[in-house]
């Protein structure tokens, strides 16, 4: 099959003709007469300005392009600092960028390593130590120094007090119970409570009978 298509790049997705024409698909530059250009940006803010609706949809439209660049796995491509906000929002006809939230604050995490660093959970920071730490071993035989190993006293099981550990709170993260089953085990102590109570009801009751079997009027 053959065809033709458009393909809208910006500068920084220049890569991407590269990867085409490695991929045997022949692309061609072309430019759109200027005599022929009409600027629809003023129309654009007018009809979004009388139009609440439609602006609501463009500032969706405005999130959802720039969380899938930013998703895009080929980053060599796809680089969601590089796209200016401000232009593109004025594109379509918005007066300023939207405010993404917690996309904004996630990508500013990634870009923070002590603010990630402080937002992980025990484990997380485990592994983390666990990582660095057996780097900084193979880093260290590489360097042609003498390699870890068992020693006389026991520091050459690092690695495997680090691995248990590290399954012991994994083991504890995956016992955490939903709410259903909390209830579930909370109405079985109940169950369990009750008959407990029953069984001594049933122990007291025949013991007063063994007293009566016991004992007789004089």
Not at 44 to 49: E, G, I, T, V
């Amino acid at each position: 099959s053959s065809g033709s298509s458009a393909l809208f790049l910006l500068p920084s997705e220049q890569k991407f003709v590269e990867k085409l024409a490695a991929a045997r698909v022949s692309v061609k530059c072309i430019a759109a007469k200027q005599n022929k250009l009409v600027g629809i940006q003023g129309k654009l803010s007018a009809l979004l300005a009388g139009e609440p609706a439609v602006k609501h949809l463009a500032q969706k439209a405005f999130a959802s392009y720039v969380r899938s660049v930013a998703l895009m796995a080929d980053k060599e491509v796809f680089d969601v600092s590089a796209l200016n906000r401000d232009e593109f929002a004025q594109s379509m006809g918005l007066v300023e960028a939207p405010d993404l939230g917690g996309f904004d604050a996630a990508a500013e995490l990634e870009k923070n390593p002590l603010k990630k660093q402080k937002n992980q959970t025990p484990l997380q920071r485990l592994k983390e130590r666990i990582k660095l730490k057996k780097l900084a071993k193979k880093a260290g035989a590489g360097d042609g120094g003498a390699a870890p190993g068992p020693s006389a006293d026991g520091d050459g099981g690092d690695d495997a007090s680090d691995d248990d550990l590290e399954a012991d709170l994994e083991a504890k993260s995956s016992k955490k119970l939903g709410r259903w089953e909390r209830r579930q085990r909370r109405l079985e102590r109940q169950r369990a409570a009750a008959v407990a109570g029953a069984t001594g009801q049933e122990a007291t009751g025949a013991a007063a009978g063994a007293e009566d079997d016991l004992l007789q009027l004089v």
